[in-house]
């Protein structure tokens, strides 16, 4: 989605000098002007006062998040909202922004929240470097971590996302494998970032739940397969 002047001006109420800075910072890159308070960093755009600083986080069309501003003239969105009581923490070497990127723009009911800055150097980055990403995948909230190359990624932890056709299957396992990942077994793939994904569909779940010779005959189907295949499964179950 293209940045129109007129509607984003509407919206957040800039100043001449504000629209200024702001038409600097849609040319590509970053616009400062005098820190004159606590530079903000949001998904797409951390709008600030013109004695704050503007900064470009993240471009409409980069994971699909749209047009997601805040100015310190309107009430921050994010400050407003509790952090959650419990999300998933990810541990990434130094693509979570990336990786955020990649996974709002293949699950939905995903976006990129924020980006936090290291406010000094630390073991694997240094200050002003992109220490973590809040971020969502299909609703669950997340905080990508860059830590570096100590702890990597692990089947030990996997996503394990539900399907309902074969379609869908196919779009996530294709849009994992086909972007650096890998294949393994079962449902199993891995992204380029070494974490892992179940693509599951219901009809797999549904089967061995069943219990008895339909779930033996599903699960000994699944136990050939690399991506899950919806119509041997539901063969396999019929028997």
């Not at 003239?73 to 994010?78: A, K």
């Not at 299957?169 to 970032?193: F, H, L, M, P």
Request: charged share 20%.
């Amino acid at each position: 989605m293209p940045f129109e002047a007129t509607h984003l001006d509407r919206m957040i109420g800039l100043a001449a000098s504000d629209a200024q800075i702001l038409a600097r910072a849609r040319a590509g890159g970053r616009a400062a002007a005098p820190l004159g308070g606590v530079a903000c960093e949001f998904a797409n755009i951390a709008a600030c006062s013109r004695h704050h600083e503007i900064s470009v986080g993240l471009k409409p069309g980069d994971g699909g998040y749209g047009t997601n501003f805040f100015h310190p003239r309107l009430s921050n969105p994010f400050m407003n909202k509790p952090v959650p009581k419990n999300l998933i923490c990810l541990w990434f070497n130094k693509d979570a922004l990336s990786a955020a990127r990649f996974y709002t723009a293949t699950f939905p009911d995903s976006k990129v929240i924020a980006l936090h800055h290291a406010p000094s150097d630390y073991p694997s980055g240094q200050a002003g470097d992109v220490l973590t990403v809040e971020f969502s995948v299909l609703g669950i909230p997340c905080l990508g971590l860059n830590g570096g190359p100590d702890f990597p990624h692990s089947e030990a932890f996997s996503f394990q996302v539900a399907t309902d056709t074969q379609e869908e299957t196919d779009r996530y396992w294709n849009a994992i494998v086909d972007n650096g990942g890998q294949e393994s077994a079962c449902g199993w793939c891995k992204d380029r970032w070494g974490l892992s994904w179940q693509i599951t569909p219901r009809v797999l779940t549904s089967a061995i739940a069943a219990g008895g010779a339909e779930a033996k005959r599903a699960f000994e189907a699944m136990m050939e397969m690399k991506k899950i295949d919806i119509a041997k499964i539901e063969a396999a179950r019929r028997g």
